[in-house]
């Protein structure tokens, strides 16, 4: 099985099978929940989950590059996460009230609504401030992580995106959901 993860117009593609993504995913260690935010990290989750509302296994992908959004949305699905994808950012408020996934998987450079507006637009709302919210963009310097930080993001993995690093976030998230609080 192969999958196409894209950054902006360029495309890096991916081989591997469902069974060798979840033998690499057993190995990896859980991720480390801090406030660093490191030039060389690729993944920064800011703060703990604390999820109780939504389904764990649910993720709502949004990129506006629909290659983009598909291909995780199958990288996803093959790892046993039930995902929607949207290319629409104007859809993606009502999708996730409606859908209530546990996760949403934002790009920030969307024309029209980007994504740091959707985090804000999401943490706003009772039905979906609970939400793990996840920047996935190719905007990474100090600033930038800052700024989807206060924004109300989660967590914030750099493009190109690795599948790897995206799995590590949100199997960890959900191991943490699925546990329930401490």
Not at 110 to 139: I, K, N, Q, W
Request: some cysteine; charged content about 25%; hydrophobic content about 45%.
């Amino acid at each position: 099985m192969s999958f196409v993860c894209a950054s902006g117009a360029n495309l890096a593609r991916v081989f591997r099978s469902a069974r060798e993504w979840r033998t690499e995913k057993a190995k990896e260690k859980m991720v480390t929940f801090d406030d660093r935010m490191d030039d060389n990290e690729d993944v920064v989750v800011w703060r703990p989950i604390q999820y109780a509302m939504a389904s764990h296994r649910r993720v709502l992908v949004v990129d506006d590059y629909r290659e983009a959004a598909e291909a995780l949305q199958m990288l996803l699905t093959a790892d046993g996460f039930e995902c929607r994808a949207l290319e629409d950012p104007f859809a993606v408020c009502a999708m996730a009230h409606e859908w209530q996934p546990f996760a949403v998987v934002l790009d920030i450079k969307m024309p029209g609504l980007d994504g740091l507006e959707l985090a804000r637009r999401l943490r706003a709302h009772p039905s979906t401030s609970h939400m793990l919210l996840v920047a996935c963009t190719a905007f990474a310097s100090r600033d930038d992580r800052a700024r989807a930080k206060a924004a109300g993001f989660d967590a914030h993995c750099a493009k190109p995106l690795t599948p790897e690093r995206l799995l590590r976030v949100l199997e960890s998230a959900a191991a943490l959901h699925a546990a329930g609080p401490p």
